[in-house]
């Protein structure tokens, strides 16, 4: 019985999920979920990434946390409309965001005047990765502060990522992570899953990231344009 009824639950959420990403496209947004372990450094990465986009693509982000604007306070500085969605109401704060959740938030975000949403989901290396909301790309943070091994205990969150962005790298030199053999686990989960080094508090690493993010927006915009001709 409770196999039938998870199978349920994300069944429902892919349905939601799928209504989500036809209402992206038809707006021509593209849509970046964006998961970590909590402290991981994606809302830093996400301050230095709206900066470096400012003037080239016009960028929303859907905020996820269990209670509070703390992240979200930080962004809407930045002048990119910011959307707080809390899961403390949902069995005392869901782990993760939903589709149906991203759709309830839709109706504050201007589709029709962006080129690209970011969602900040939950901080957690489990349940996000069990749930679409209706991205385009799926994109992991890991700090090596994490250790290593992450990729072989959250192998799931490894498998459906496009892309890992290796977090908080001007700490390297400080600590006993092995760089080659966290390789070598991601490699072991998923071989084709590229990897980018970064630091959100220098900067190192971010235009390899803002470009993948520029290739990937012009590639979907292409590819919808081309579903429009046929």
Request: aromatic fraction near 6%; include cysteine; proline fraction near 4%.
């Amino acid at each position: 019985m409770q196999v039938s009824v998870l199978r349920s639950v994300l069944d429902t959420n892919d349905l939601i999920a799928r209504e989500n990403r036809r209402e992206f496209d038809a707006y021509g947004s593209f849509v970046v979920n964006l998961m970590s372990a909590p402290g991981s450094g994606k809302t830093a990465i996400l301050e230095r990434t709206l900066r470096a986009l400012h003037g080239q693509l016009r960028a929303a982000v859907i905020e996820g946390d269990v209670q509070g604007t703390l992240d979200a306070d930080r962004l809407a500085p930045l002048g990119v409309p910011v959307v707080q969605i809390n899961t403390d109401p949902h069995f005392g704060g869901a782990c993760h965001l939903d589709a149906r959740m991203i759709r309830n938030a839709l109706p504050a975000v201007a589709l029709d005047d962006l080129d690209v949403v970011f969602i900040e989901n939950v901080g957690n290396l489990v349940c996000p990765a069990e749930f679409q909301v209706g991205e385009d790309r799926k994109v992991m943070v890991l700090s090596v502060t994490e250790g290593e091994d992450k990729p072989l205990k959250y192998p799931l969150m490894f498998r459906v990522s496009q892309l890992l962005l290796l977090n908080k790298m001007d700490l390297l030199e400080h600590l006993d992570f092995d760089l080659a053999r966290f390789r070598a686990n991601v490699a072991r989960v998923n071989p084709t899953l590229p990897v980018i080094e970064l630091s959100a508090r220098t900067g190192r690493g971010i235009e390899a990231w803002v470009d993948w993010l520029r290739r990937e927006v012009a590639a979907a915009a292409t590819g919808r344009a081309s579903c429009g001709a046929t």
